[in-house]
Structure formats: structure tokens, C-alpha cells
């Protein structure tokens, strides 16, 4: 079956623009995650809902960073006024349920900030 | 959740055992070790989880002491495909923060 997907794979941006980065998970997973992960580390923890609703959000380093997920299954990550340090690989990970042992994850949006 | 910690690389040849170590002397009791692996430019991809007892998948084995302070990630024969940083982490499934908490992980390079 298919797997997480994100879209674009790609984007290039100036600083100071508005971005929208999405993640169409696994059918059926009720627990979407958000993650952000910089050259040369792990994956950092951004956000995650449960259904509809963000129910951790504390990994969101500032009030530049938004996510949505109103129908309970495709989820968008919007960064305001985007800044050079906002420059990583944004990966989306869906798993069963919260309680799932395992998650699975997206290849990733690569974003550049010029 | 609790720290773990990794060397930073590690080597071994194609077709021979991979032990992958890792410390987590500050594990709590509810505490399950997951270990994920990441090869190059893609998302990680989840290996194999326990608690108490070792585990067996068909991807890999896990080790866990006794003590529960330390665990070793098992490839019992490398391939060229298993070149991926692995990382260790330490996950409570009722705890309050549902993300992973990856750290840098161990870059394994295997050689043909």
C-alpha cells in the first residue's frame, strides 16, 4: 500500500516568505508528527495531532510555525516569515495510534531559505 | 524522555554480525527501546522495539541487559543496503510527549 507522502519535495524560498509544506499519511493513522531535522543531526520533534486536534505542540520552536489537520488525515505545516535558519528537511511520520510501537515517515520536504 | 547514548560511527564488513551498542543508564521502568534507521536522503524507517526481553524481527535482533541500561542493535549479516545511521531511542507510550526524541546516532559504513 502507499506509504506517507510530502509535497514538494523541493522548495526554495526567500526570507521573509510564506510557506506551506504537506503531508497526505497512511490511510487509516490516526497519529500524525511533524518533524524537522537540520544537516548532520536526528530528527527534532516539531508537532503532534491525534485526529483533528494538535495534542503536543511543544517541539514548535516559535509562533512562526503553524500546523493543521482539519480533516483528521492530510496535515499542513505553514512557517510565517521564513528566516535562513528555518533551512532543514521537513519529515511528516503517521503510525495506527498514539499508542503505536511504530511510525512510519514521509522522504521528507527539503526547504531553503535564501 | 531519557538520554541515550551512541558512538558515532562505526565500521564492519559485508555479509559479517553488526553490533550496534547503546547506553540508557537512566531508562525508567515503562521506558520501551526503539531503534529506527536512516539511509541517505530518505525518512527514518523503524527496526525493532522491546522492554525487557530480547526481541527477534526479520529486519534485525535487540539485546536488552539485564539492568536495562544498555541494549545492542543486532544485523546478523550486513549488506551494502544496511548503510544508515541507527539511531536509539527511548520512548514511554503513556507519557505526555508523543514524539521520538532521536539523537545523533551511529553512522554505520559498511565495507564489500
Known amino acids: 500500500g502507499a506509504g506517507v507522502s510530502q509535497t514538494p519535495s523541493n522548495k526554495v524560498t526567500e526570507k521573509g516568505k510564506y510557506v506551506e509544506l504537506r503531508c497526505d499519511p497512511i490511510?487509516?493513522?490516526?497519529?500524525l508528527y511533524w518533524y524537522r531535522q537540520s544537516l548532520g543531526q536526528g530528527p527534532e520533534f516539531l508537532i503532534y495531532f491525534q485526529g483533528t486536534g494538535a495534542a503536543d505542540d511543544s517541539g514548535l520552536p516559535n509562533d512562526r510555525f503553524f500546523a493543521v489537520r482539519p480533516e483528521g488525515s492530510v496535515s499542513t505545516l505553514k512557517i510565517q516569515r521564513t528566516e535562513r535558519g528555518d533551512s532543514a528537511v521537513y519529515l511528516c511520520?503517521?503510525?495506527?495510534?498514539?499508542?503505536?510501537?511504530?511510525?512510519?515517515f514521509g522522504p521528507g520536504t527539503r526547504l531553503t531559505v535564501l | 524522555d531519557a538520554k541515550t547514548t551512541q558512538p558515532n560511527s562505526m565500521e564492519s564488513n559485508e555479509e559479517e554480525p553488526v553490533h550496534l551498542p547503546c547506553n540508557h543508564s537512566?531508562?525508567?521502568?515503562?521506558?520501551?527501546i526503539h531503534w529506527y534507521r536512516q539511509l541517505p536522503s530518505q525518512g527514518p524507517e523503524y527496526v525493532i522495539h522491546g522492554l525487557t526481553s530480547n526481541v527477534n524481527n526479520r529486519m534485525a535482533s535487540l539485546a536488552i541487559a539485564e539492568d536495562r541500561k544498555s541494549s545492542t542493535l543486532i544485523l546478523h549479516r550486513a549488506t551494502l543496503r544496511d548503510a544508515a545511521v541507527y539511531y536509539c531511542?527511548?520512548?514511554?507510550?503513556?507519557?505526555?510527549?508523543?514524539?521520538?526524541?532521536f539523537g545523533k546516532g551511529t553512522h554505520l559504513i559498511i565495507q564489500p
Open positions: 531511542i527511548l520512548r514511554d507510550p503513556r507519557g505526555g510527549a508523543d514524539g521520538l526524541t
Open positions: 490511510s487509516g493513522h490516526t497519529a
Open positions: 537512566t531508562i525508567s521502568g515503562t521506558d520501551y
Open positions: 511520520a503517521s503510525s495506527l495510534s498514539r499508542e503505536g510501537n511504530e511510525q512510519f
